[in-house]
């Protein structure tokens, strides 16, 4: 009898079954390629394709082609071969101008790194205003390059405001732009003023990317601020540092404003750099055809220090966070 009770319990019990498991969802299937799609890609890259040709391609080409020939501005150019090239090489100017190029790209290029850094890594200790000091040290990077040569020749005048502010501490003051022995340390020192603005915005936001809790480990382990500046910090921010470097330099080699408002490429040579030489020998000179190879010239140069640089950043710049 106990049996037969329990077996109706059993039986009228509902079996209730599992629910099932929710269905994955499943990714469309792609879009079949029509006959069409290639010539709309084509027309989406019309506009920079061709803006890349006519701006870069045809120029570049139209350079290497005058710099072939004896050319002035007005008349008819004589076909020369490589003779510009050859003029270039025994021309003792030449030299100068690229002798004072690469040390004002170094130099310029070091401090502008150095300053930028500094002031980075202040910007990001946590102090009040931080935001309003970018903009500020920002600022000379937007205002117009001649403007700010205009105002620092009046600075470093001889009876400029520096000189001025030497001579209440009984010093007198050089001639800083015509004083060939500070004439390019003083276009040096406009130079990383007006710019050093840029690289400041751009290793703020590498030091901003670090992880906070790498930092408070290091701190914990009782690591002191050098060693976690040497093996913390910057191996983290090294493709910010070599994006700004090679920027930096490939800019430097540009020059042109600065020696040119401030000194005109003086005194004598001292402040005279590639783009002004070649801009004199084109538009002074009449001499396109060398202006030309040197164009070309200094082309080769900043692409060879720039593949050095993508060379030897294999060795320092980590990119794995």
Known sequence: MTVRLQTDAIASEEVVAPAPAPALPVAPPGRPKKKG????????????????????????IGSLVISMFEWPLF??????????YQKLFGDPTFYTVLLNTVLFAFVYTALNLLLALAVSLWLNTRIKFAGFWRVIFF????????????????????????NSVLGTAGIDGPSWLSDPRFALLSVIAMSV???FGYNVIVLSAGLGGIPKEILEASRVDGTSAWNRLRYVILPMISPSLFFTMTMTMI????VFVQPQILTQGGPGEST?????????????????GYASALAWILFLVVMLITALQFAGQRKWVNYDK
């Open 193 to 195: 003023w007006q710019s």
């Open 272 to 288: 005279n750099t590639f783009v002004l030489y070649l801009y004199r020998n084109g538009f002074v000179f009449d001499k396109l």
């Open 37 to 60: 799609d290639g010539l709309v890609a084509l027309a989406y890259l019309a506009p920079g394709l061709t803006g890349f040709l006519f701006f870069i391609i045809v120029p570049l």
């Open 251 to 254: 800019g430097a080699f540009q």
């Open 75 to 84: 008349g008819t150019p004589t076909f020369v071969g490589i003779a510009n």
């Open 139 to 162: 600022l000379p990077a937007i205002t117009p390059m001649v403007a700010n040569a205009l105002v620092w020749r009046l600075l470093l005048s001889q009876n400029g405001f520096v």
